[in-house]
């Protein structure tokens, strides 16, 4: 199975600072035939369900602010939060979907404000 | 609006057995393959299973292969997760979600804990 590392583990931020979160897979999830990769962000906050972001590494999922990107290929992701707001502290987590399942996911990586 | 309702979680002694629904609306569900993923207490989340539109491919983490089985029943716009042979370790919510590679929509999940 594909084993995805979230760093860092948690993370504070000044509000309307920049914040990224990196994520990096033991394995490529970039499929060279249509050149895409794999890769999908959640956002869950407390006592809520993860809600999609963005997925094929940069697709920003429709509802999602514009300060939400993503970016990386192969084997190494990045979640940037252009400009912190207060209601963006939640737990981030990458999953890749590449081949057959397992779909795993990172570990997670705790944003606060600082 | 899409809706996706979780039942059937509680309480069971390990070496036990449970059965969660999840209702579907507000999208033709025979259109999508559907995911469960259970999220531990206080932990990340984790991929289960997902089954294909018509159920004709099901897949599961291998620490549930041969105790979980998935399925659905298009008629009545529901899925399904038969939990047998259940691990202290099963011990999570567990979350219907839509689709089959990244899941756009989760219900709030259902509660299962293992325990004596």
């Known amino acids: 199975d594909i084993v995805m590392i979230q760093s860092p583990d948690s993370l504070a931020v000044s509000l309307g600072e920049r914040a990224t979160i990196n994520c990096k897979s033991s394995q490529s999830v970039l499929y060279s035939y249509n050149n895409k990769n794999y890769l999908a962000w959640y956002q869950q906050k407390p006592g809520q369900p993860p809600k999609l972001l963005i997925y094929?590494?940069?697709t920003r999922e429709s509802g999602v602010p514009d300060r939400f990107s993503g970016s990386g290929s192969g084997t190494d992701f990045t979640l940037t939060i252009s400009s912190l707001q207060a209601e963006d502290v939640a737990v981030y987590y990458c999953q890749q979907y590449y081949s057959t399942p397992p779909y795993t996911f990172g570990q997670g990586t705790k944003l606060e404000i600082k | 609006e899409v809706q996706l309702v979780e039942s059937g979680g509680g309480l069971v002694q390990p070496g036990g057995s449970l059965r969660l629904s999840c209702a579907a609306s507000g999208f033709t569900f025979s259109s999508y393959w559907m995911t469960w993923v259970r999220q531990a207490p206080g932990k990340g989340l984790e991929w289960v299973a997902n089954i294909k539109q018509d159920g004709s491919e099901k897949y599961y983490v291998d620490s549930v292969k041969g105790r979980f089985t998935i399925s659905r029943d298009n008629a009545k716009n529901s899925l399904y997760l038969q939990m047998n042979s259940l691990r202290a370790e099963d011990t999570a919510v567990y979350h219907c979600?839509?689709?089959?590679?990244?899941?756009?929509?989760w219900g709030q999940g259902t509660l299962v804990t293992v325990s004596s």
């Open positions: 979600t839509r689709g089959s590679t990244y899941t756009d929509y």
């Open positions: 094929w590494a940069s």
